[in-house]
């Protein structure tokens, strides 16, 4: 599976718009490119997924280039409750790893009134 | 729709004691997880079973965790014996069986382990 590397840390303040990138070099064609949160104590809860250009949903927007090798997880207007950790993850959509995720580190987001 | 349950939510052991985990999925979510989270990382898969045949178990310390799924609903979990480096949260998570959704995991609030 494709190994990602995302910034450890970032900070941001009340109604700016928060952009985590993650580099993703090796991805493979099959794969797509997910993200979650995850709140102290609390299990990690999906935000989106995608495959190639933009997705977005009630909560993010994720932009993918055209290469792949990158993504960008964009947070509209971020409150004190954004704060928590953001995991990328790329993983196939078929075949016999189907489901199986790998977790990074993460990035922990601050969000500071 | 009830989300992934998971008890006990907290479990404190001696080293070499044993403990055991439970997981009840979503109903309907042929797939099921169990991840260990040690303090500062990401989670791990452990073990990921469909239905109630085992998909992968390679990261797994079969020596000391065994996990069952029996009748392809509820799982448990077990350590035995518990080394103190098991110290961490474990959750269970369940998806759907496809191939887009099953990224779509729903985790349960987890069982935090603490081995001394």
């Known amino acids: 599976l494709a190994k990602t590397t995302q910034p450890i840390s970032m900070d941001s303040y009340e109604g700016q718009e928060v952009n985590i990138t993650c580099s993703h070099n090796n991805i493979a064609t099959n794969d797509y490119i997910t993200w979650y949160q995850q709140f102290p104590s609390q299990g990690p809860r999906f935000i989106i997924q995608g495959y190639k250009t933009k997705v977005t949903n009630e909560v993010a927007s994720l932009f993918i280039p055209a290469d792949r090798k990158s993504s960008t997880l964009s947070l509209p207007r971020v409150s004190l409750s954004d704060t928590a950790v953001y995991y990328c993850l790329v993983g196939e959509g078929r075949g016999s790893t189907l489901g199986r995720l790998y977790f990074g580190r993460g990035t922990q987001l601050t969000v500071w009134p | 729709e009830a989300g992934v349950a998971q008890s006990p939510r907290y479990k404190i052991i001696e080293k070499r004691q044993s403990v055991a985990f439970w997981c009840n999925p979503i109903s309907g979510h042929a797939t099921l997880y169990w991840y260990q989270q040690i303090l500062g990382q990401g989670p791990k898969l452990l073990i990921q079973f469909q239905n109630n045949g085992v998909v992968d178990d390679s990261q797994l310390p079969k020596d000391r965790f065994s996990a069952e799924r029996l009748k392809g609903v509820d799982s448990t979990l077990k350590i035995q014996p518990a080394k103190l480096e098991d110290s961490a949260v474990y959750l269970c998570?369940?998806?759907?069986?496809?191939?887009?959704?099953?990224?779509?995991?729903?985790f349960g609030p987890g069982t935090r382990l603490t081995v001394t």
């Open positions: 998570a369940s998806s759907l069986d496809s191939d887009r959704s099953s990224y779509e995991q729903y």
